[in-house]
């Protein structure tokens, strides 16, 4: 029962985060959807650290590992709302803007994430 309640508390404020990041990030044009791209490439990275650095170093509960990788980086970052964005610039005729955004949301998730492990190990990132 405690992991349900602290993944609804920790999400909770991943999503208020988000909300914020939506406002810092927000382009008047709606041209490019710079908002989702920052926190799904920061959540990438998080997520890569979190889980390198502090699960395996420190001896965290599974309902904490549960609540910051599910319920905090999970409500922070957005799938859903990358694909409703990229059919949208496909629908308005912006196709090739449409395939940058998923060529950089997924290339530089996992670029990202790679630099996330590796600066937990302490090796130089390449």
Do not use: C
């Amino acid at each position: 029962m405690i992991s349900y309640l602290l993944v609804g508390l920790a999400g909770s404020l991943g999503a208020m985060l988000r909300y914020w990041v939506g406002y810092a990030f927000f382009d008047e044009s709606g041209m490019f959807p710079y908002a989702t791209l920052t926190v799904n490439l920061i959540g990438s990275f998080v997520l890569a650290l979190f889980t390198t650095a502090f699960v395996r170093k420190f001896s965290l509960p599974g309902h904490v590992k549960t609540a910051i990788g599910t319920g905090f980086i999970g409500s922070f970052t957005t799938f859903s709302t990358l694909s409703v964005e990229t059919v949208t610039l496909f629908e308005n005729g912006h196709i090739l803007l449409g395939a940058v955004y998923i060529f950089v949301s997924i290339l530089g998730g996992l670029a990202m994430s790679r630099i996330g492990f590796r600066m937990q190990k302490g090796e130089a990132v390449r």
